[in-house]
Every structure is written in C-alpha cells, then in structure tokens.
C-alpha cells in the first residue's frame, strides 16, 4: 500500500487554470499507473488522466487537450496540469496507484491506493 495525498485544489473562474499535486509515501518508480479521477456531486467517479512508468498517456475525452498528466518518479509526485476549466470540471479530484496495466485501469473496475482527494470549483 502506498499513501497519497493530493494538493491544489481551489476555486478558479471558468477559463482559468489549476495545477494539481499527488505525493506518495513512497517511491512511485514501481508503481505501473498513476491516475487522477474525480467525483462531481451526485455522479459517480471517473476516471480523468492516467500515465504509466514508461510515460503513456490516456486521457477522458471531456479533458483532452485543456488538461495534462505528468509523474516525477524522482519526487514521488504526479502531477494534473488544468487549463481551460469548465463549470462542468467541479469536483473532487482524487490521486490513484494501481499496478495493473493502463488498459485495465481504464476499463475499470477501479482498484489499488487512494488519496483522501481535493476540492476544485469552477464558477461560471
């Protein structure tokens, strides 16, 4: 198990930009994919970015090209690069490690380590 805790998280205007944190407890070179997901109310979770160890990339349909994934395995960090935000991105946005592959984290269902996840509100 590895614990993670996610940073960055506020109140933005519609068009504005976040930058989202997720530190590990450990080191996260082993770790095969790190994801973020997030949780508007009333909906279930969704997956938004995942990027494996070996740097591929899947990212929801609703995001691409406004939102961008990064790891840092020296720091144990990954990072949520948003631009662009939309009324429809609120939510609480978790931090996931999952040792399965990339396809089988975006087919679901979901597994592996969470974060306690951070707020992100987008005002129209």
């Known amino acids: 198990q590895v614990q993670l805790v996610e940073s960055g998280g506020g109140l933005v205007q519609a068009g504005g930009s976040l930058r989202l944190s997720c530190v590990a407890s450990?080191?996260?070179?082993?770790?095969?994919?790190m994801g973020w997901f997030r949780q508007a109310p009333g909906k279930q979770r969704e997956l938004v970015a995942v990027?494996?160890?070996?740097?591929?990339?899947h990212y929801a349909d609703s995001v691409k090209g406004r939102f961008t994934i990064s790891r840092d395995n020296a720091k144990n960090t990954v990072y949520l690069q948003m631009n662009n935000l939309k009324a429809e991105d609120t939510g609480a946005y978790y931090c996931?490690?999952?040792?399965?592959?990339?396809?089988?984290?975006?087919?679901?269902?979901?597994?592996?380590?969470w974060g306690q996840g951070t707020q992100v509100t987008v005002s129209s």
């Open positions: 996931n490690a999952d040792q399965r592959l990339l396809e089988e984290v975006v087919a679901g269902p979901e597994r592996g380590s």
């Open positions: 450990r080191s996260i070179y082993s770790i095969n994919t």
């Open positions: 990027i494996t160890s070996g740097g591929t990339i």
